[in-house]
């Protein structure tokens, strides 16, 4: 769409992505060091330093501090010179891959994060392939490389060939490991070079007339020097050159080398993001595109969090701006229900901290605090119906039966429960036949967050028992069909959240009975986030 008009100014200036990457390739110290850099913090917190001090600003939740790890993707917004950033940063475990998924839909682009020493890893992977399947633009940062990392051009080839994309370098490295002292910025001809002593300092820079300046040989020593000209005589005459469409279009990506924890590269990689990331994009919406420069509001829920703040019982809707200018107060109307909503108290993340929105624009992520009406994918406009799409739920890979640890307050487990449904963090079925609650999850440590989540918030001891059924898949077909159907099976039958049936099953070969029993009754493991 090459004919849109150039974008109001506010809504121009904004850049959504997401952190993506492997657990521990650094993602969480990157988010921290774009805040200082933001002037968002003044000093950099660490996800494995002492005491107080350990407390990263993005993960809120008691488990996150005690594990130092983050399970669930949490916003912020900061301003870096002319442009607004809104990052999300995203739980790299694998066991909450579908929060990760759900935040991808709400992001323009993705800033991927690989290990120097390990290159792309199982995690990052999958994740690619989601950036792939939306086309997001990719921007590329390898980290850790004051420590023992591998040889550049093993790391660039590694990444053409296990996610199929063009990788140019926007920055090479001088020296590896402990003789690491800095990058080449390519695209600005300047040579950026690291402080080790202070960890929160901003690297030195200086200004290159090409490579053959003398300048460069004051700065890097001889051996390290030689290898470096001969490596990038190399990587120009090997590597593609940086094309910016082929940047937006998601089949090219630019890679900045350094060391987050040294607030190395980070800058670099910044106003690479500024400049080279996409502004706020159409959203795919039924039925019709929603563009950003449209005069009216429109968004969409894609995240939910429960209990932010456990003195308050508040649930915070995560929502991603489409189009507009967005100011408090303003009456929205709900499109699921239709119902006007008058938003008084919207927040703007900063990492744990919020403060009132007093505006947003196209591209923004705001919080809107509710009791259960905002759902994930529900669409907030101006009145129009238009409902975004493509916000999936996934069927969950193991399943357990929940019970409480006193049977008296079984009523209280079923709110906890239909909360964490509503939130996303976990499917929860209610079987036709027997009593209890059959939970679902993705990977198996949410069955660890759910349970110490529902004591910390609720005060309810839970156990975790497994349960004879190993998936759950949507019963999709006419009233009549699926209503017969379930009649036959009964036992294997149960409702999720929102009422819809849903076949629980131990073998695959239920699932493919049905399939041959039942041809007007089809199965589905993904389901539309939208009612």
């Given at each position: ?191 950026e070079l690291m402080d080790r002593a202070d960890r929160n300092k901003v690297a030195k ?45 998601g089949s090219m990506t630019p890679i900045w080398f350094g060391s987050a924890i040294n ?269």
């Amino acid at each position: 769409m090459t004919n849109r008009p150039d974008l109001p100014p506010e809504i121009a200036r904004r850049r959504t992505f997401a952190i993506i990457s492997h657990p521990d390739a650094g993602k969480t110290t990157l988010t921290e060091k774009f805040l200082l850099y933001g002037g968002a913090i003044q000093m950099a917190g660490q996800v494995r330093a002492k005491g107080e001090a350990r407390r990263t600003r993005s993960d809120f939740m008691q488990m996150e501090k005690d594990r130092g790890i983050s399970v669930s993707a949490s916003a912020m917004s900061f301003d870096f010179e002319k442009f607004r950033f809104n990052l999300v940063d995203t739980p790299g475990h694998s066991d909450f891959s579908e929060d990760t998924y759900r935040t991808l839909t709400a992001v323009d682009a993705a800033v991927m994060v690989i290990d120097g020493a390990k290159g792309v890893e199982s995690q990052t992977q999958k994740l690619f392939e989601v950036c792939r399947l939306r086309d997001l633009p990719i921007l590329t940062f390898c980290n850790k490389m004051d420590r023992e990392s591998r040889d550049t051009f093993e790391i660039i080839d590694e990444i053409q060939e296990n996610l199929a994309i063009d990788v140019t370098p926007a920055a090479w490295p001088i020296g590896v490991g402990r003789e690491f002292i800095g990058t080449y910025d390519i695209l600005r001809d300047r040579l950026e070079l690291m402080d080790r002593a202070d960890r929160n300092k901003v690297a030195k820079s200086i200004a290159i007339e090409g490579l053959d300046d003398p300048k460069l040989a004051e700065h890097v020593p001889e051996h390290l020097l030689e290898k470096f000209l001969e490596e990038i005589e190399m990587a120009k005459e090997l590597l593609p050159t940086l094309d910016h469409e082929a940047v937006l279009n998601g089949s090219m990506t630019p890679i900045w080398f350094g060391s987050a924890i040294n607030s190395f590269g980070v800058k670099e990689l910044m106003d690479g993001i500024g400049t080279y990331g996409p502004e706020p994009q159409v959203q795919t919406a039924q039925p019709r595109e929603i563009a950003p420069e449209e005069k009216k509001v429109a968004g969409f829920v894609f995240k939910v969090q429960a209990n932010m703040d456990p003195k308050h019982r508040d649930r915070v809707a995560f929502l991603r701006l489409a189009s507009g200018h967005f100011e408090r107060g303003m009456k929205l109307t709900h499109v699921r229900s239709k119902k006007q909503m008058a938003i008084t108290n919207p927040v703007l993340f900063l990492a744990a901290d919020r403060e009132l929105a007093e505006e947003a624009w196209a591209g923004d992520i705001i919080g809107i605090p509710n009791h259960g009406q905002l759902r994930i994918g529900d669409t907030l406009t101006e009145g129009e119906a238009i409902r975004v799409t493509g916000i999936p739920s996934f069927a969950p890979e193991l399943l357990q039966t929940c019970r409480a640890g006193d049977p008296m307050k079984a009523k209280h487990l079923e709110k906890a429960l239909m909360q964490f449904a509503e939130e996303g963090a976990a499917k929860v079925f209610k079987p036709t036949f027997g009593s209890g609650f059959i939970v679902g999850v993705v990977g198996a440590l949410q069955f660890e967050v759910l349970a110490s989540r529902i004591e910390m918030e609720y005060g309810l001891p839970v156990r975790f028992e497994p349960s004879q059924f190993t998936s759950a898949r949507w019963v999709h077909g006419n009233k009549d069909a699926v209503e017969k159907f379930a009649a036959a099976n009964k036992q294997h039958i149960a409702e999720d959240n929102d009422g819809d049936a849903v076949f629980l099953t131990r073998l695959q070969w239920d699932i493919d009975r049905v399939g041959r029993d039942y041809p007007d009754v089809t199965l589905s493991a993904t389901k539309e986030m939208m009612v």
